[in-house]
């Protein structure tokens, strides 16, 4: 995908409203901004690339809230082998 349109993004999101878009790449942007990687390949900045997980279809609506407990599980698994390897 060369570039990425908002349109591209609410064909996924499956609405004609840009506030349902706002919020969902918003939710990602915090997730990404507390350490979960991106879910698509790129060099683009993080707006860009929230962007393209949503276009992609990798990040809906349904499963924002899977993607956080996953996130936060993998981030606890981390965590624990640090300290482990630090005992």
Same mark, same amino acid.
């Given at each position: 995908m060369a570039r990425i #349109?908002? $349109?591209d993004c609410l064909k996924e999101v499956g609405?004609? @409203?840009?506030?349902?878009? +706002?919020h969902l790449a918003l939710a990602r &942007? %915090? =997730?990404h901004r507390q350490g979960m990687p991106f879910l698509v390949e790129g060099k683009n %900045? $993080? +707006?860009?690339? #929230? &962007? !393209? $997980?949503i276009a992609a279809g990798k990040v809906t609506a349904g499963n924002i !809230? =899977?993607?956080a407990e996953k996130g936060r599980q @993998?981030? %606890?698994a981390a965590a624990d082998e640090v300290e $482990?390897?630090?005992?």
């Open positions: #349109t908002v $349109e609405s004609e @409203n840009r506030f349902t878009l +706002i &942007l %915090k =997730q %900045k $993080e +707006i860009v690339m #929230t &962007l !393209r $997980e !809230r =899977q993607l @993998n981030s %606890k $482990e390897a630090a005992s």
